[in-house]
């Protein structure tokens, strides 16, 4: 699946959790179960709703707002064109609170497949990107890639500009603007604020950060000279020493002037 499960340790808020830090219990502390509970009192499995709403708004985000047959999210040295092509969604949401003051909470995994090409080629790969614990206060999770498909050099730039570029905004423009959605549809609350990437384009370094760096030329300094006269002698003068003709010594500011005699 493009989903994997969550790790047992470093969890984000779950769903009980959210409940005791925001909604009110739905059982009054010394009553019965259903003693005393307000008639306006809402819980409603939203799960389903979720899972059908939350991949439309993925499978946009890396396309132009404004023409929607077109994709914008291109890594920025080889021009990679990336696209959302599939979502899967795993997890829970519900409605909870009283009808004047609601609570929309939630706790999604994510599986996402990504088509990979190079524009005016005939090259295509698949990748696939999971989010784990997008929740209520988890609003951008970190973005897992798993592109074992791809060339090296392509897996490379494809996952930083998910991972760290402009594509992991895209993605999380897509939950943000989900998350307002469904707030603004099922609750009185004022919606979160959504960001917008689209017009505010965050520059990439000028040299892909991934790469290998070059090391630097091997020294070509000249042998230093030999001294004559003045306290110090020639290395050649005594027997024993190597020179630098032979090239038994390192480079020449690691060569010391053996002692005169």
Known sequence: ?????????????????????????????????????????????????????????????????????????????????????????????SLTGRKSHSLFQFELNIGI??????????????????????DNVNVAPPIITRMEELPPHVADEVAWYVREGMGRRYLWHGLARWHAYAVKKWT??????????????EKPPESPPFAKKKLPPASTEAEPPTMQHGGACSSSARPGVPTVESGALDPPENIGSPPCP
């Open 1 to 93: 699946p493009l989903w994997c499960k969550p790790p047992a340790q470093g969890r984000g808020a779950g769903l009980g959790e959210l409940r005791r830090q925001g909604a009110p219990s739905a059982r009054p502390h010394g009553r019965g179960p259903t003693e005393g509970m307000s008639l306006d009192w809402v819980e409603r499995d939203l799960t389903d709703w979720a899972k059908r709403t939350l991949p439309e708004f993925l499978l946009i985000s890396m396309q132009d707002p404004d023409n929607k047959d077109e994709c914008i999210a291109r890594t920025p040295w080889q021009s990679y064109i990336v696209c959302v092509a599939e979502v899967q969604i795993d997890g829970e949401a």
């Open 113 to 134: 497949r990504l088509d990979i090409e190079l524009e005016g080629k005939d090259d295509y790969w698949p990748g696939v990107v999971q989010m784990v614990h997008f």
């Open 188 to 201: 009185t609350s004022e919606p979160p604020p959504v960001p917008d990437p689209y017009r505010n384009v």
